[in-house]
């Protein structure tokens, strides 16, 4: 019977690059949000804005994720 000898994620590695995907996920949202408010004077269009660039941001983080948490 031989041992599978892969390289697996300790808990801190797992929280870590977890927190990296949440900043990288939610800041450009939330700046767009801010942004669009700030120079509109619009809380509905920031919010929408917002939400438009969470939701991209989302499709691209399979691929990040992908990066980040994959060992070698």
């Known amino acids: 019977m031989s041992e599978d000898k892969s390289p697996k994620l300790t808990k801190r590695e797992i929280m870590i ?11 450009p ?4 949000f801010v942004l669009v408010w700030f120079f509109l004077d619009d809380v509905m269009i920031g919010a929408i804005a917002g939400g438009i660039v969470h939701f991209i941001a989302m499709g691209f983080s399979l ?5 980040l948490l994959v060992t070698k």
């Not at 949202?29 to 767009?32: A, D, G, H, R």
């Not at 691929?63 to 990066?67: L, N, P, Q, S, V």
């Open 17 to 27: 690059k977890g927190s990296i995907m949440a900043v990288i996920t939610t800041v």
């Open 63 to 67: 691929k990040i994720a992908r990066k």
């Open 29 to 32: 949202s939330l700046i767009t």
